[in-house]
Structures are given as C-alpha cells and as structure tokens.
C-alpha cells in the first residue's frame, strides 16, 4: 500500500537556551515526520522539550537565549532552519498554525475579539476589503461554535470563559486554512465537558480542512482519543513512536510503561495510590554520558551507563531508544 508523502519532517533537531546556570539542552537529536490529515501526539511530562519542538518549528524560540543548532525541518520542499525571517513569516500563521496553552496569555487584553481576528485576516490577505474581513470573521467565530458571534465580536478576553478563549484562538489558527495546526496543550486549563467540545471541534475541523496537527499534551487520555500516531518525548529525546494502539498495547520503552501504568483506570481500587516513576528528571544543564532514563530505570545496566541507545524498531512503525526494550 502507498503511503502519503509527509507534509513536515523534523530531522536530528537540536536546540539549547542560554541561561546563568549555562547551557540548556532542551532537544537533542529530535526526529519525526507527519501526513496530511493525520494527529501526532507529542507526550511527556513537563520540562521534556515539548514545546521547544514547537516553537522550534515555528521559529519562534525567545531570543537570544534560544537558538536551533542543528537539525532540518522540511516543508513543502523547503528547510523553515534556515528560511529568510520574510518567508518564515509568510508561512507562520499562514500555512502552519499554532494553538497556545493559555489563551488568556496569547490574545492582547486591551483590544476586542473582532480586532484581533480582523488584524490576523488581514496580515495574509491584503486584497480583502474591511467589510469581507468582518464577515469572514463572523463566520469563522460560527464554525467554532460561538454563539452571538456579532456581539462576541465586541468583547474583550476577559469577557469570555475559558472554553470560548480556545475557540477563539482555534479560530484565528483556521484563519488562513493552515496545512499543519501545533496544539500545545490547548485543553490543560479547561474542565472535562469543556476539554471534550473542544477536541471535538478540532476533530471536525481537522475533517473538514484536511490539515496535519501536532498534538502536545502530558495526558494519555486526551492522546488516545485525538492521535493516529504519538512520540514520547523524555529529557529532550523521543524515546519511543509508534501508532497509537500499538503503543497503548504493547509498550516498549521502560519510561512509556510507567506512564501508562500511573493512569487510573476503572479496575483500580477506590484510593489506591497509584504506581510512581521513581527519582526525578536528570538536569539538562547536565547531560549524561548514557540513557538519560538510566538513573530511573529498574533494567538500567552497564551498557545504559556507557551510551546513548540508538532508535531500534520494533514492528512497522513503532520504534524505542532502549536497550533492553525486549525486557519491558
């Protein structure tokens, strides 16, 4: 069978942030790629290098601290690592999207909804005349489910909930029908009932548009119901890949393992505490000369200790930095 061709491919990335303390290695040597209307879910806990991936992508690391220094990022025949700021910018927003955590932080407080949709229109098409962009707007505010999208149009964040601050940056992300949506953590700050509307309109959209997203989340729950495919990420590395129920069923990294077994499930005894990985996440100002999940892992031997384990497979389409995977 004929598989489609990635619409982005992320190879051997490497980024760092300066700070104080030294040098922050927050990805190294990040690997992946993803298909047209396809959701990949980047997983780990916080600190894992997520979000760097993200903005590495869109370039939008702070600087000076934050810097790419290595890698390719490959779209649409072209490497965004090192694309002039001008085209960069004509693709960022336009034809890659990004979803912050917390909308509140990423929509300006003194400016109404309707400003900021109207301006983010306008900055990728200069043809459209202001009565086509208010009504494009409107329309935009209707597909994600706001209701009296003419009043909401007038409010400012604060006059909204949390729920309808999503919608609304999920509507300036489809502003420009984008080819690739990054999520990052869109449903954290959000209650259950709210969180399942919101990756239910992703899910329609994604649809509806045919659009690549990159789901970033810590929640396993919110991952088996959005992805086709996920990448655990810990200390800046993808540890393991593969489709979705491959990895629910049959984990093979020691780090995915724990992960999956510190969920709650319906089988698990009323105030049980639950299982915990032990130790803590190795600094990244200091990176080991072995696994970095080697002083945490129960399988840990000499030869974690000595290297860092290359990417093995293990069946088509799943494949884990480890060792000893056969052992897990």
Same mark, same amino acid.
């Given at each position: 069978?004929?598989?489609?061709?990635?619409?982005?491919?992320?190879?051997?990335?490497?980024?760092?942030?300066?700070?104080?303390?030294?040098?922050?290695?927050?990805?190294?040597?990040?690997?992946?790629?993803?298909?047209?209307?396809?959701?990949?879910?980047?997983?780990?806990?916080?600190?894992?290098?997520?979000?760097?991936?993200?903005?590495?992508?869109?370039?939008?690391?702070?600087?000076?601290?934050?810097?790419?220094?290595?890698?390719?990022?490959?779209?649409?025949?072209?490497?965004?690592?090192?694309?002039?700021?001008?085209?960069?910018?004509?693709?960022?927003? @336009?034809?890659?999207?990004? %979803?912050?955590? &917390? *909308?509140? $932080? =990423? /929509?300006?407080?003194?400016?109404?909804?309707?400003?900021?949709?109207?301006?983010?229109?306008?900055?990728?098409?200069?043809?459209?005349?202001?009565?086509?962009?208010?009504?494009?707007?409107?329309?935009?505010?209707?597909?994600?489910?706001?209701?009296?999208?003419?009043?909401?149009?007038?409010?400012?964040?604060?006059?909204?909930?949390?729920?309808?601050?999503?919608?609304?940056?999920?509507?300036?992300?489809?502003?420009? @029908?984008?080819?690739?949506? %990054?999520?990052? &953590? *869109?449903? $954290? =700050? /959000?209650?259950?009932?709210?969180?399942?509307?919101?990756?239910?309109?992703?899910?329609?959209?994604?649809?509806?548009?045919?659009?690549?997203?990159?789901?970033?989340?810590?929640?396993?729950?919110?991952?088996?119901?959005?992805?086709?495919?996920?990448?655990?990420?810990?200390?800046?590395?993808?540890?393991?890949?593969?489709?979705?129920?491959?990895?629910?069923?049959?984990?093979?990294?020691?780090?995915?393992?724990?992960?999956?077994?510190?969920?709650?499930?319906?089988?698990?005894?009323?105030? =049980?505490?639950?299982?915990?990985?032990?130790?803590?996440?190795?600094?990244?100002?200091?990176?080991?000369?072995?696994?970095?999940?080697?002083?945490?892992?129960?399988?840990?031997?000499?030869?974690?200790?000595?290297?860092?384990?290359?990417?093995?497979?293990?069946?088509?389409?799943?494949?884990?930095?480890?060792?000893?995977?056969?052992?897990?």
């Amino acid at each position: 069978m004929l598989c489609n061709a990635p619409v982005l491919t992320v190879q051997d990335l490497a980024a760092s942030f300066k700070i104080d303390e030294g040098l922050v290695r927050a990805v190294q040597g990040v690997s992946f790629s993803i298909e047209k209307g396809k959701t990949l879910g980047l997983v780990g806990e916080s600190g894992s290098g997520k979000s760097t991936v993200a903005l590495s992508i869109m370039r939008l690391l702070p600087k000076p601290s934050g810097t790419i220094k290595s890698g390719r990022i490959l779209f649409d025949g072209r490497d965004l690592v090192t694309l002039p700021p001008d085209s960069m910018r004509n693709i960022r927003g @336009k034809r890659i999207a990004m %979803i912050f955590q &917390e *909308p509140m $932080t =990423a /929509l300006n407080p003194v400016y109404t909804i309707g400003d900021q949709l109207v301006e983010m229109l306008a900055l990728h098409h200069h043809e459209m005349t202001r009565s086509s962009l208010l009504e494009a707007c409107l329309e935009l505010l209707k597909k994600v489910g706001i209701s009296e999208p003419q009043r909401r149009m007038h409010d400012y964040p604060h006059q909204m909930s949390g729920g309808m601050r999503q919608r609304v940056m999920i509507a300036m992300a489809l502003t420009c @029908k984008p080819d690739i949506l %990054i999520a990052d &953590e *869109p449903t $954290t =700050a /959000l209650d259950v009932t709210i969180q399942a509307q919101i990756l239910d309109l992703m899910r329609k959209l994604q649809d509806e548009y045919g659009m690549a997203i990159i789901f970033i989340t810590h929640d396993f729950g919110v991952v088996a119901e959005m992805c086709h495919d996920v990448a655990v990420m810990y200390g800046g590395m993808i540890v393991e890949e593969a489709p979705v129920n491959d990895l629910f069923k049959c984990p093979r990294h020691p780090y995915t393992k724990g992960l999956l077994e510190s969920m709650p499930c319906l089988s698990t005894r009323r105030k =049980a505490p639950l299982p915990v990985i032990k130790g803590k996440v190795s600094s990244l100002l200091e990176i080991p000369t072995g696994c970095n999940f080697e002083n945490r892992c129960s399988l840990a031997g000499d030869q974690c200790r000595r290297k860092v384990p290359e990417m093995d497979s293990v069946s088509e389409g799943h494949r884990v930095r480890c060792f000893r995977w056969r052992e897990v």
